[in-house]
């Protein structure tokens, strides 16, 4: 199948049927697809998780709740 008969057939079908092929492609070359639909390698995947692996402990400490609610949590400390 030529690429202009690859094209054909794409634009033909929905964005959910384009996906789905999408995703095949991706784990045929071994790639992971996260719940965005971005496409990573299994590599920088796990390069990824070590480097936020660092910050776990300080963001699940308890004094980061402040940011669960940032803008009520900062419009009580400032002035009136």
Known sequence: MSTTEIL???GRM????RRQ???RLAELDGLVIDSRGS???EGDLAELR???DR???E???PE???YDDYDTSRASMEPR
């Open 39 to 41: 496409i990573i390698s």
């Open 64 to 66: 980061m709740t402040l």
């Open 55 to 57: 910050f776990a402990a």
């Open 59 to 61: 963001w699940d400490s």
């Open 21 to 23: 092929i999408a995703r």
């Open 8 to 10: 054909a057939v794409l």
């Open 50 to 52: 070590a480097r936020l």
């Open 14 to 17: 929905t964005p959910d049927e």
